[in-house]
């Protein structure tokens, strides 16, 4: 656990970061294929233009998924950013979020001293797509350049190979018949 006074830390406008590992975050592990990954992460607390304590969370990371299409582990790159605004209570907070119709922020009702490491987690697992896939998963990458060589090929000699395909197809048809 990270615990900070939260709204201490807005009001001082203080910064933190640091680098979390993989097998210290049970969820976002949970997700993954393997131990190795990591998560950099910044915050910066202030105030938000409508007066009310705002974090700003970074986080930036590796890990690997298993990819949804071809069933194989691949690399996985996290990076976002996000603010976080805090109200004492909740009510407070869905005032607060009413106020602001802007879905991009995030209004949390924190209490004197707040984990941030629950923070960092959520923020990395929302990063994660529900279906992580590979942009172009290898298999499909192989066959795209076997076919890409066998354009290759018949460009080279368009009509020959059909041709031959083509009179040996009617001969061998014309002898099952008989
Ligand atoms: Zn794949």
């Given at each position: 656990?990270?615990?900070?006074?939260?709204?201490?830390?807005c009001?001082?406008?203080?910064q933190q970061?640091?680098?979390?590992?993989?097998?210290e975050?049970?969820?976002?592990?949970?997700?993954?294929?393997s131990?190795a990954?990591?998560?950099?992460w910044?915050?910066?607390?202030?105030?938000h233009a409508s007066?009310h304590?705002e974090l700003?969370?970074?986080v930036k990371g590796?890990?690997?998924?298993m990819?949804?299409?071809?069933?194989t582990p691949f690399?996985?790159?996290?990076?976002s950013?996000?603010a976080?605004?805090l109200?004492q209570?909740?009510?407070l907070a869905?005032?607060?979020?009413a106020?602001?119709?802007?879905?991009e922020?995030?209004?949390?009702e924190?209490?004197?001293?707040f984990d941030i490491m629950?923070?960092i987690?959520?923020?990395?697992?929302?990063?994660?797509?529900?279906s992580?896939?590979?942009?172009?998963?290898?298999?499909?990458?192989l066959?795209?350049?076997?076919?890409?060589?066998f354009?290759?090929?018949?460009?080279e000699?368009?009509?020959?190979?059909?041709k031959?395909?083509i009179?040996f197809?009617?001969?061998?048809?014309?002898?099952?018949?008989n």
């Amino acid at each position: 656990m990270l615990i900070i006074d939260a709204f201490a830390f807005c009001r001082n406008g203080e910064q933190q970061a640091g680098t979390l590992q993989l097998t210290e975050l049970a969820r976002l592990r949970a997700e993954c294929v393997s131990d190795a990954g990591e998560v950099e992460w910044t915050l910066a607390g202030g105030m938000h233009a409508s007066s009310h304590p705002e974090l700003r969370l970074t986080v930036k990371g590796t890990m690997q998924l298993m990819c949804q299409r071809c069933l194989t582990p691949f690399v996985f790159q996290i990076q976002s950013e996000s603010a976080i605004l805090l109200a004492q209570d909740e009510q407070l907070a869905d005032e607060i979020d009413a106020s602001l119709e802007d879905d991009e922020i995030e209004v949390i009702e924190v209490g004197k001293t707040f984990d941030i490491m629950t923070l960092i987690e959520d923020e990395a697992l929302l990063a994660i797509p529900l279906s992580p896939k590979h942009e172009v998963c290898p298999k499909e990458k192989l066959s795209a350049e076997k076919l890409d060589a066998f354009a290759k090929v018949k460009k080279e000699s368009p009509f020959a190979a059909l041709k031959d395909q083509i009179m040996f197809g009617k001969t061998s048809a014309g002898k099952t018949k008989n």
